[in-house]
């Protein structure tokens, strides 16, 4: 199906702080060698060109890796879970002693960023079937209990938040091909961002898979379909950023999945 066509967005008010990008990359390996670095990059440079006033936050997971809980973070958030959620704003006065202090320390600039995000963006290679650890990390963290709960009952405080999710994978698991079960990355990560409140027509999934077939003996039979799987999405990323600018009106989503 293809992108419903919308028209560019309109820029900030003059005085008004432009969109933010949150531009999270989670794979070990460097833009030399790493596809979904590459695809994010062209997604978020190209979107930049179209919206100059984006204000842009890349955090690189691996190279500036976020730290895994310590007891401290479990602790408090149960004690709230069972005296009552309060914002992220209020966290910080409900802890008790350093260790919950330090560890909402690291927590609370995560969270922040998110709830200020307007359009995430996660370059999110498959490793062991599922996501890297860096990125599980930072999920470990932002899912802290009820800080995106609107504390007056509204819907979830990410309900406006869109987010492009770029998988990339070695073999293939697209609909119908015998790994199709394997998939622990990508429906994973739809039911992480449903449940921290993204609504799924706000969510679009861009998939790079085979990157393997190159290298792979194995694989080699499959070279054609993983030149096909990067050009639709790249292709895919293109279209997005120039119609997806935050701010604009939604084009339809596309959970695209290539095998
Ligand atoms: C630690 C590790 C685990 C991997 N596990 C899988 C896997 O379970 N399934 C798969 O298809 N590819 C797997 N791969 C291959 C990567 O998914 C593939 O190389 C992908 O392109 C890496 O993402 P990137 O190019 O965005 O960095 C693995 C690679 C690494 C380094």
Not at 42 to 62: G, N, Q
Not at 94 to 108: C, G, Y
Not at 225 to 243: G, I, N, V
Request: aromatic share 6%; glycine share 8%; net charge positive.
């Amino acid at each position: 199906m293809p992108v419903a066509p919308t028209s560019p967005a309109a820029p900030s008010a003059p005085g008004r702080p432009g969109p933010l990008l949150l531009h999270l990359d989670s794979a070990a390996d460097g833009p030399d060698a790493s596809v979904s670095r590459q695809l994010t990059e062209l997604f978020a440079a190209r979107l930049r060109a179209r919206r100059p006033d984006v204000r842009y936050r890349h955090r690189d997971l691996a190279a500036d890796p976020v730290p895994p809980l310590g007891p401290g973070l479990p602790r408090l958030g149960r004690r709230l879970e069972r005296t009552g959620l309060v914002p992220a704003h209020e966290v910080g006065a409900h802890t008790r002693d350093a260790e919950e202090a330090r560890e909402w320390e690291l927590t609370r600039p995560l969270v922040d960023e998110l709830l200020a995000a307007d359009l995430v963006l996660l370059g999110v290679p498959m490793y062991h079937f599922s996501v890297p650890a860096a990125l599980k990390a930072w999920i470990d963290r932002v899912g802290f209990p009820g800080v995106f709960t609107d504390p007056a009952g509204g819907p979830g405080l990410l309900h406006r938040t869109r987010a492009v999710v770029v998988a990339t994978r070695g073999g293939g698991y697209g609909p119908g091909t015998p790994r199709e079960p394997f998939d622990f990355q990508l429906p994973y990560l739809r039911a992480l961002l449903e449940n921290l409140g993204v609504p799924a027509r706000h969510l679009y999934t861009v998939t790079a898979e085979l990157t393997l077939a190159a290298l792979v003996p194995h694989l080699a039979h499959l070279r054609g379909t993983a030149a096909h799987s990067l050009a639709t999405a790249r292709a895919r990323l293109e279209t997005l950023a120039d119609r997806l600018a935050p701010g604009a009106p939604a084009p339809t989503p596309h959970p695209e999945r290539t095998s």
